[in-house]
Each structure stands twice: as structure tokens, then as C-alpha cells.
């Protein structure tokens, strides 16, 4: 009798289970991991997002009001720097959150990770943040040379000190990190995966410019110094793959123009044009 064959090929269909390892998340790159339905889901969530901190802040405006002895009702507030910097805060926040949650969800990754982040060296902050500040030198010479014929809207709210001061610290911390989490992580991760780098480049900061435009709306210098910014961002986080240059880049960006118009307005007494 022929003998009964004892190993089986591990190829023969039904027969072993699929042995091939699955490569972890954690390995890839954003691009991989980031999709079309994560970008809907933002899209949808920032209009409950902004609805949700207007809400917020008009009821703790209405709680502290009669502690405070404030007088103003809150329609009237919607111009107040300090009012709309702690809404916009909020608003961040909330889609620091909401993202957190959905790429644990649907992911089962940390934010960080899924969008590339890397902890830098202290050599690599040094010389980002210093990136960031070059580029601010010659966005400002830019201007200078060839300065708008309009004013524009995010000049008036720097109309006291305390609001100048607080614009700052918004603009060097919380509004670098989230406006790159959202443009140079999530949508350039979407674009990047169904387009290529180049058009998640053009695309990504091109978007990043319209989301000023209305800060800068007739200060058509400014914004086309805002759209070069942001290729500059954009080009970082391509050529490294890592979201941490560019937020880097953006902190030092804003550091060194809020330290430029510190330093022009006596330290914030009588900001009268960011441009000049």
C-alpha cells in the first residue's frame, strides 16, 4: 500500500489557518491609517463642536455675571476679544477630544501616533522653533516692503493690553497645535493617501489660508504671506513624515510675530495695526 502522506502543504486551502502576521497600526504611516470616513466625521462634528462652546461660554458668561457684576448681555460680547479667544479655546479642545476618541474608536491608536508625531530632540526644537522664527523675519520684511491698503478684522481685537496679551498666548500654544492636528495631520493624512504629497501640500495649505481669510479679509498681502506659511508647514511635515516640524515651526512662527509687535507697540500700549 503507498504510504499516507504526513505533512500537508501549507498552502492547500481550508486545510491550516492563515499564518501571514499582521503588520500593527502603530508601523504605519499616517496616510494608512487616516481615511475619507474619519474626514467626514470631523465635518460633521465642528458645527456641534462650535455650537457646543458658544453654548458653554455664553451659560458660564451668565453664571459669573451676577458675581462679577458684569452688565453686558452676551450678544454684545460677540466682538470682545476675551470672549471669543475662551470660546475658540473651548472649541479646540473639543476637537482635541473628539479626535482622540474617534481614532481610539475606530483605530485603536492614540492621536499622537496615528498622525506621525515624534518626540524631538532639544537640538531639533531649537532649530524648528528657530525655523519658524526665520520665516516670521521674512514674512515681515514681505509686509514691510509691500504693505496692505486696508485694514483688516484681527486688528481690532487687539484693543487693550490684557487682549493682546492673551491673543499671544492663544496663538503660541493651544492654536499652532490644533490647526496642525487638523491640516497637516488629519486632512493631509486623507489627501496624502488618495492624491499624493504634493497635492496634500498645495491642498492642505491652501485650506489653512482659507481658514485665516476671514482674520485677514482685504489684507490680500497678509494672506498671500499666510498661503506661503503654510506650503512652508505643509513641505515640512511631507519631507519628514512627522506632524512635530511643522507644529514646531508654527509655534516659532507665532512667537517671533507676537514678539515683533510686543516689541513695536511698547509693550502692547496702543496696537493700532499689525501690519505696520
Known amino acids: 500500500m503507498p504510504e499516507e502522506p504526513t505533512d500537508l502543504p501549507s498552502e492547500t486551502p481550508g486545510l491550516t489557518p492563515e499564518l501571514t502576521p499582521a503588520i500593527p497600526s502603530a ?13 467626514l466625521w470631523l465635518a460633521l462634528f465642528i458645527p456641534a463642536g462650535l455650537l457646543c462652546a458658544a453654548l458653554m461660554v455664553s451659560a458660564g458668561y451668565l453664571m459669573a455675571r451676577p458675581i462679577a457684576g458684569w452688565h453686558s448681555r452676551v450678544h454684545a460680547l460677540q466682538g470682545n476679544a476675551i470672549f471669543l ?13 473628539f479626535l482622540s476618541i474617534l481614532v481610539r474608536v475606530r483605530h485603536q ?9 515624534r518626540i524631538p530632540s532639544f537640538r531639533q526644537v531649537v532649530e524648528y522653533l528657530a525655523g519658524g522664527g526665520i520665516l516670521a523675519v521674512l514674512v515681515s520684511v514681505l509686509l514691510r516692503l509691500r504693505p496692505d491698503a486696508h485694514a483688516f478684522p484681527l486688528e481690532r481685537l487687539f484693543d487693550s493690553r490684557f487682549a493682546s496679551y492673551a491673543i499671544g498666548a492663544f496663538a503660541i500654544s493651544l492654536a ?22 504634493i497635492v496634500a501640500v498645495l ?12 482674520e485677514y479679509w482685504q489684507a490680500w498681502n497678509h494672506l498671500g504671506m ?13 519631507i519628514t513624515g512627522s506632524l512635530t516640524p511643522s507644529i514646531l515651526l508654527h509655534c516659532g512662527f507665532n512667537a517671533f510675530i507676537m514678539l515683533g509687535l510686543f516689541l513695536s507697540t511698547d509693550r502692547f500700549h496702543g496696537v493700532t495695526s499689525l501690519g505696520q
Open 85 to 97: 479667544l475662551v470660546q475658540q479655546s473651548i472649541f479646540y479642545a473639543l476637537i482635541l477630544a
Open 226 to 238: 499666510i498661503l506661503l506659511v503654510g506650503i512652508a508647514f505643509s513641505l515640512a511635515r511631507a
Open 109 to 117: 491608536q492614540p492621536l499622537w501616533r496615528s498622525l506621525g508625531g
Open 176 to 197: 499652532p497645535v490644533v490647526e496642525e492636528v487638523i491640516f497637516r495631520g488629519v486632512l493631509f493624512a486623507v489627501i496624502e493617501g488618495a492624491a499624493g504629497p
Open 27 to 39: 508601523a504605519l504611516p499616517p496616510r494608512a491609517i487616516w481615511g475619507g470616513r474619519d474626514l
Open 203 to 214: 491642498t492642505t495649505a491652501t485650506l489653512f489660508a482659507g481658514l485665516h481669510a476671514p
